[in-house]
């Protein structure tokens, strides 16, 4: 600004010293070459301006054909995002379905089949895609099994515990036949060891006791498969069997072997309670002697009852004990000591 008025004044200043007349000649001049400048940008502008309201126009048309495109574009993308979104909602249900039917199918499988769905995948995995020849042969075995029993899972539950519960008292059982197995081996030991013991004593006082008995006579006890073997030796009549000896012999012998299992005791014949029924019934008089002196000699340390007819057997007893009928007929027991207080 200031310097462009300090310009105009300079100008104004050597104006004033030109003349008018040339002043105004080249005023003129100066004006006519600005009139035509002046023109010349004006038509110059005005062509530019027409260029630029074509352009403008065409920008508009182009403007507004893309706005009606984008509009129509604008419409046809809404309609897709519409069928979108619906498709969107139709394949969640499915999706949903298809997890619910999941969801159920692992429940069937781990009820039907006890296993799990990646179990069940697996097993799948190992059959071949084309699976119709084996369903149809599955359907032909299913068919021909009939009637299927819906109780079987409930009732193979029951068994499965009946089996455990008998399983339980097999075990309990099998444990104690063991035990008992166990128990009657040491058992048949013992009795093995015991009555090899007692066998060893029963012999040895056997052997003592037949030449008490039977005077110049030998026995012996031998075991054998049958069982116990009795030997017997009459003087000088030899070794003679048990069926050939006469009623006394035997009965003689019997009672040798009935008091060497009482001398053969571990206690001996101490506290022995002994009851003979008519023992020496088949005896004769020598033999009789030998018995009651066989009874006599161990009376001291046992007690002996002999019910017996013979005289001579009461007459070596302590006491007597007989039964007798009164005078209404009633049985009555009376006894009476023979020998001290």
């Not at 006890?114 to 071949?128: F, I, L, N, V, Y």
């Not at 009852?305 to 209404?328: C, E, F, I, N, P």
Request: net charge neutral; glycine share 8%.
């Amino acid at each position: 600004g200031l310097k462009r008025q300090r310009e105009i004044s300079r100008r104004l200043e050597q104006a004033s010293r030109v003349d008018d007349s040339d002043i105004t000649e080249a005023v003129a001049s100066r004006a006519a070459r600005t009139a035509r400048k002046l023109v010349t940008a004006v038509r110059e502008r005005r062509n530019a301006m027409r260029a630029l309201r074509g352009q403008a126009t065409d920008a508009h048309r182009t403007a507004a054909a893309g706005r009606t495109a984008l509009s129509r574009r604008a419409v046809e993308l809404a309609g897709q995002l519409a069928t979108a979104r619906a498709h969107a909602e139709h394949l969640a249900e499915e999706v949903s379905r298809a997890e619910s039917a999941s969801a159920e199918a692992d429940e069937e499988i781990q009820a039907e089949w006890g296993a799990t769905h990646d179990a069940a995948r697996q097993e799948a995995e190992k059959h071949p895609e084309s699976t119709d020849r084996e369903r149809h042969a599955l359907a032909r075995k299913l068919k021909r099994f009939g009637d299927v029993n819906l109780l079987a899972l409930s009732q193979e539950e029951g068994l499965r515990e009946r089996h455990q519960f008998v399983s339980a008292q097999r075990a309990d059982a099998e444990a104690a036949a063991t035990e008992l197995n166990r128990i009657i081996l040491s058992v048949d030991r013992e009795i093995e060891v015991r009555f090899t013991e007692t066998f060893g004593r029963v012999r040895e006082a056997f052997g003592e006791m037949v030449p008490r008995m039977l005077e110049g006579s030998s026995g012996v006890l031998d075991l054998s498969e049958e069982g116990v073997e009795i030997g017997l030796r009459l003087g000088r009549k030899g070794w003679r069997p048990l069926r050939v000896l006469s009623g006394g012999e035997r009965a003689l012998l019997a009672l040798s072997f009935l008091f060497s299992v009482f001398l053969s005791r571990p206690g001996g014949n101490s506290g022995a309670f002994c009851v003979l029924d008519e023992a020496e019934a088949a005896l004769d008089d020598l033999n009789l002697a030998r018995f009651l002196t066989v009874v006599d000699s161990h009376r001291a340390n046992g007690q002996y009852l002999l019910v017996t007819h013979q005289k001579r057997t009461m007459a070596a007893a302590d006491v007597l004990y007989g039964v007798v009928q009164d005078a209404s007929g009633a049985t009555t027991v009376v006894s009476k000591r023979l020998q001290g207080e």
